[in-house]
């Protein structure tokens, strides 16, 4: 009975933990708009700091240094661009796969450069919806964890 | 040996006794392969050497070196390699293990030992006790918090790097003339707080093999020659413990091991010794997750601004909001769910010793959410280390043709999904042994939910800043 009492839990945990992960979640559809920001960045900030699109969006980025020379990379793509101070160099990529990604400085600006962040969220951040379903989940199990 | 062999039926009843706690242990001093290098003193002083060697080059380099801190070795090796190894390697696989090979009491300690390679011991320096007063990690905590307050500075200028490496050394050094072992670094380093802290969830531990032994053997050996002023037989966990190794060395009965463990062993004792100074660290590395993630890896300019600009009203904001999250906040909710706890499982304890108690589930989660804030705050960084390797002082130098070298932006894609990870491993081992600890004291199961939400909601928020 204790056997199959543990059996049927963690197999709602598992199967509620592969839902959590993998179930697709209400997106927007590819809208395939082409989207144009202008970037300002000053020491240690892009302003806005996030730019939002959707998956498939053309993506242009107008990047504008207010103080000194800046750059621009985005985690997981393979973009790099620079710019001096009060000129504009732009950029134009295609979204990829939703989610929230991280976009750096890439040349060294000052003291709290490696720490220069903006974030470009494509969609909607399934990633962090996924994550809090499973923090929910795992903060069930290991209170049941050692009563079934 | 007659002792030895005296003590024998003890031994062997006392064997039986603490047969449990023995399960599941591997001594790694036993295995041939690896038994000389553990009790030998040569390799622990060959790479303490090397440690040293690096360390004042690293003072040298952040005192002459480029005051850019991406090109510096001082600020690459110290804050990106060193620091996110400690908190990815040696802690979670090791416990204490940095503080074997740590430079900064090697001055010191070769000073009390009047050797390189001799027993530790008290040959030069006044040896007198630490006052009892500021026994605990109350002096860690409040180290730590200070240099939280002027981390944005201290992460990125090279030369407040070195002169605060130099003070450290210099500190201990001077504790170590002043007091009897390994003061500095029992009570004072915020790093050795750190460590301290966490080494309970390590699968490593020094203890002793046979209890009855210990107890027949009068001169005490082990505790006469351990740095840091340990009686193997009494320790209750591994939070003090450096391994060095001197305890296996001179025990003359062979009866200290060098055991692997399961991870958290010293979590899972029904009374743990934790006192409220326990608590406040645990919550004050809590609240620094929580304030370094938003400065360092959030998109918030003026936050990092504010931060950076030492002084300025801006900074002494970030400052109060800093040291009120610590010391007011979240120990406010901490306590608040263990109020909350104690009255839904009825437990008779004084709130205070409960505060106490139930602060060891906050370790699984404050570990591993440093974790999770190490893998977005250095991964982008990693580069940087081939770079200086190149160019350790920023001269525009290219040794070894890596000064230019870069991270393929992949890498950086999956670090959302580990950091992810390692916040619902923390969250559950935490949850999970909030639970044990309220079936220990036989309180309903609902007892253990105050607790469990603060964790949830801790790890939410963590969530947020790190992948939101």
């Known amino acids: 009975m204790i056997r199959w009492k543990k059996i049927t839990f963690w197999g709602l945990i598992a199967s509620l933990g592969l839902g959590f992960s993998l179930a697709p979640l209400p997106a927007r559809a590819n809208s395939g708009a082409h989207k144009v920001f202008t970037l300002q ?15 498939g969006d053309r993506v242009t980025i107008e990047l504008i240094p207010q103080d000194v020379v800046h750059g621009l990379s985005i985690d997981n793509y393979d973009l790099n661009m620079t710019a001096d101070p009060g000129q504009t160099t732009s950029l134009t990529f295609i979204a990829g796969q939703p989610g929230s990604y991280t976009m750096r400085c890439s040349v060294t600006c000052g003291a709290m450069h490696p720490f220069m962040i903006g974030r470009l969220q494509v969609g909607q951040n399934d990633l962090l919806w996924r994550a809090a379903g499973l923090a929910l989940l795992a903060a069930v199990a290991g209170i049941f964890w050692r009563r079934v | 040996m007659k002792a030895l062999q005296d003590a024998m039926p003890l031994i062997e009843k006392t064997s039986r006794l ?78 204490r293990s940095w503080c074997s090979v740590c430079p900064l009491p090697m001055p010191g300690e070769w000073l009390q030992a009047g050797g390189l390679i001799s027993k530790a011991g008290n040959a030069n320096g006044f040896g007198l006790r630490w006052p009892r007063r500021l026994r605990g990690y109350w002096l860690a905590s409040g180290l730590f918090l200070l240099i939280g307050m002027f981390s944005a500075v201290t992460l990125t200028d090279a030369r407040l790097t070195a002169w605060i490496l130099l003070i450290l050394l210099v500190s201990a050094l001077a504790l170590s003339l002043v007091f009897e072992r390994r003061a500095f670094c029992s009570y004072l380093c915020p790093i050795g707080g750190f460590t301290g802290l966490y080494a309970k969830t390590a699968p490593l531990e020094v203890r002793v093999i046979h209890p009855a032994v210990c107890k027949t053997h009068s001169e005490k050996t082990c505790y006469l020659h351990c740095p840091w002023g340990i009686y193997p037989l009494a320790m209750r966990d591994s939070s003090q413990c450096g391994l060095c190794m001197e305890c296996l060395r001179v025990c003359e009965y062979d009866n200290i091991a060098l055991n692997l463990r399961p991870f958290g062993s010293d979590l899972a004792v029904s009374q743990p010794k934790t006192g409220l100074d326990e608590t406040l660290l645990a919550l004050v590395m809590l609240s620094s997750a ?33 040291l009120a999250l610590s010391l007011l906040v979240l120990p406010g909710l901490y306590a608040l769910a263990v109020w909350l706890s104690r009255n839904a499982g009825e437990i008779g304890k004084p709130l205070k010793r409960l505060i106490a108690e139930q602060a060891q589930p906050l370790l699984p989660l404050g570990l591993f959410t440093w974790i999770a804030f190490t893998i977005d705050f250095a991964f982008p960084k990693f580069s940087l280390i081939l770079s200086v390797l190149s160019d350790p002082l920023g001269w525009g130098w290219d040794l070894f043709g890596t000064a230019g070298a870069s991270i393929h932006p992949a890498i950086l894609g999956a670090a959302p999904m580990l950091q992810v990870g390692a916040v619902l491993v923390g969250l559950f081992w935490s949850v999970n042994l909030g639970q044990r600890r309220v079936e220990t004291q036989q309180a309903n199961w609902r007892a253990a939910l105050p607790v469990a939400a603060f964790s949830l909601l801790y790890s939410l928020l963590m969530l947020w800043l790190l992948v939101g």
């Not at chain 2, 030998?40 to 005192?63: N, Q």
């Not at chain 2, 009203?313 to 400052?319: E, I, K, M, N, V």
């Open chain 2, 290 to 322: 929580l304030s370094f993630s938003a400065v360092f890896t959030g998109p918030w300019g003026w936050l990092k601004s504010a931060a950076y600009a030492i002084g300025s009203p801006a900074w002494l904001a970030y400052s109060a909001a800093y």
């Open chain 2, 18 to 95: 603490v047969g449990t706690s023995a399960e599941r242990r591997l001594n790694l001093a036993r295995l041939p392969w690896l038994e000389w290098w553990i009790k030998s003193r040569w390799p622990l002083l060959i790479v303490r050497s090397v440690t040293l060697a690096a360390f004042i080059f690293t003072i040298l380099a952040g005192l002459v070196g480029s005051p850019v801190g991406s090109h510096n070795f001082a600020i690459i090796f110290v804050w990106i390699a060193w620091w996110t190894a400690l908190k990815l390697l040696f802690i979670p696989l090791g416990g």
């Open chain 1, 41 to 55: 960045a000053k020491r240690y900030a892009f302003w806005p700091a996030v730019l939002v699109v959707n998956p």
